[in-house]
T-cell receptor, first 116, second 115 residues
Framework: GAVVSQHPSWVICKSGTSVKIECRSLDFQATTMFWYRQFPKQSLMLMATSNEGSKATYEQGVEKDKFLINHASLTLSTLTVTSAHPEDSSFYIC????????????FGPGTRLTVL | AQSVTQPDIHITVSEGASLELRCNYSYGATPYLFWYVQSPGQGLQLLLKYFSGDTLVQGIKGFEAEFKRSQSSFNLRKPSVHWSDAAEYFCAVGEGTGTASKLTFGTGTRLQVTL
């Protein structure tokens, strides 16, 4: 099946700094990508929907100025956590929609963010 | 708002035994239902999905699920579990048409397989 990569797989940063996470669809074009957040032993919570060439749509309660999303190409979406704080520490997962025959969301392996 | 409930947080089965993971959903319209599996260090992998038609759907790795509207359930089954099936399993309901829709996930069921 289609492959979605995320980079980095884990990152540690100091409080107050910004961190960028990349999500790439490696063998298909994705007009829509999704960003999720997963707390330990909990479910995935959708943060935002990212459409190529337009502004992301954020879920209620998600600060769009803190979690900046850019989907500048059909194979790349980025999530930037600005002025990170320890409470932003989490597992961030992206998915990309392959709108072809299978019309399936493919998930990346996730990025573990730890803010000190 | 749609929601998904997975009542079992953790299940342990012996290798070769049958498996059933429960999933109940709440959604006002015809649901689009999914089962994903998450292994450590890997992304979520789609096992199967239900949009319409036959209520018994077959997926990859020998899994199947049955949609029961009257019970608002979409339970995942496998007749004989393999040790490699140990993972976290998530049921999800989609809002709108197709898998491009927003997904609401259950809290997951961790499957442990004993040899």
């Amino acid at each position: 099946g289609a492959v979605v990569s995320q980079h980095p797989s884990w990152v540690i940063c100091k409080s107050g700094t910004s961190v960028k996470i990349e999500c790439r669809s490696l063998d298909f074009q994705a007009t829509t990508m999704f960003w999720y957040r997963q707390f330990p032993k909990q479910s995935l919570m959708l943060m935002a929907t990212s459409n190529e060439g337009s502004k992301a749509t954020y879920e209620q309660g998600v600060e769009k100025d803190k979690f900046l999303i850019n989907h500048a190409s059909l194979t790349l979406s980025t999530l930037t956590v600005t002025s990170a704080h320890p409470e932003d520490s989490s597992f961030y997962i992206c998915s990309a929609r392959d709108a072809g025959l299978t019309d399936t969301q493919y998930f990346g392996p996730g990025t573990r963010l730890t803010v000190l | 708002a749609q929601s998904v409930t997975q009542p079992d947080i953790h299940i342990t089965v012996s290798e070769g035994a049958s498996l059933e993971l429960r999933c109940n959903y709440s959604y006002g319209a015809t649901p689009y239902l999914f089962w994903y599996v998450q292994s450590p260090g890997q992304g979520l992998q789609l096992l199967l999905k239900y949009f319409s038609g036959d209520t018994l759907v077959q997926g990859i790795k020998g899994f199947e699920a049955e949609f029961k509207r009257s019970q608002s359930s979409f339970n995942l089954r496998k007749p004989s579990v393999h040790w490699s099936d140990a993972a976290e399993y998530f049921c999800a309901v989609g809002e709108g048409t197709g898998t491009a829709s927003k997904l609401t996930f259950g809290t997951g069921t961790r499957l442990q397989v004993t040899l």
